[in-house]
């Protein structure tokens, strides 16, 4: 089945700086790559995600790439704030996403 | 109606206990999903439930009975449960056909089995 790898485990940046998460997949099928984020205590909310006829997808201070032949996908948050201080998971599925492959999640943390 | 709801928030039972978690949705999604989160890790799998038939179990314990009364409705039968099942269960529901990937995920009920 598929196997979803993620790094780092947890991120710390200051504000204003970029933060970057990545991940890897060993399914070749996986035509659907999700990022969602979690507050503690909240729902996962997806916030960017991507399908595997396009390379990259941006919206405002978010952005993800995907390398299809590496099988690795990238989120990119540019000018962090504190507000985006949450866990975020990255996911893949070879269903269009019937069934969701999970990251083992990584910590942003943005510091003041 | 952008949401998807749970009942209740929070719930204690002994292991003697049987008890029901409840999800609605109302966006029309004909797929449904049961996960566990255990603290610090991302959401398991449990069941899936695609046009009211389940599709996927994950080779869940018998303890967790999931139950789809209509396209709007998920329940989770609760009976019998351990210690360790404690965890935050999440619903989520998914549109079908093209361009409808995304999963949307209820707040979750945070169980404590004692």
């Known amino acids: 089945g598929e196997n979803v790898e993620q790094h780092p485990s947890t991120l710390s940046v200051q504000e204003g700086d970029s933060a970057v998460i990545k991940c890897t997949y060993s399914d070749s099928a996986s035509n659907y790559f999700p990022w969602y984020k979690q507050e503690l205590g909240k729902r996962p909310q997806l916030i960017i995600d991507?399908?595997?006829?396009?390379g990259e997808k941006k919206d405002q201070r978010i952005a993800v790439t995907l390398n299809k032949t590496a099988k690795h996908f990238s989120l990119h948050i540019t000018e962090t704030q504190p507000e985006d201080s949450a866990v975020y998971f990255c996911a893949a599925s070879t269903g269009g996403g019937n069934k969701l492959t999970f990251g083992t999640g990584t910590q942003l943390k943005v510091e003041l | 109606d952008t949401e998807v709801t749970q009942t209740p928030k929070h719930l204690v039972m002994g292991m003697t206990n049987k008890k029901s978690l409840k999800c609605e949705q109302h966006m029309g999604h004909r797929a449904m999903y049961w996960y566990k989160q255990k603290a610090k890790k991302p959401p398991e799998l449990m069941f899936v439930?695609?046009?009211?038939?389940?599709?996927i179990n994950e080779s869940v314990p018998s303890r967790f009975s999931p139950e789809c009364p209509n396209s709007s409705l998920l329940n989770l039968h609760l009976h019998a449960l351990q210690p360790e099942d404690s965890a935050l269960y999440l619903c989520?529901?998914?549109?079908?056909?093209?361009?409808?990937?995304?999963?949307?995920f209820g707040p979750g009920t945070r169980l404590l089995v004692l």
């Open positions: 989520a529901s998914r549109g079908s056909g093209q361009g409808q990937e995304t999963q949307y």
């Open positions: 439930y695609s046009y009211e038939k389940l599709s």
């Open positions: 991507i399908r595997s006829n396009v």
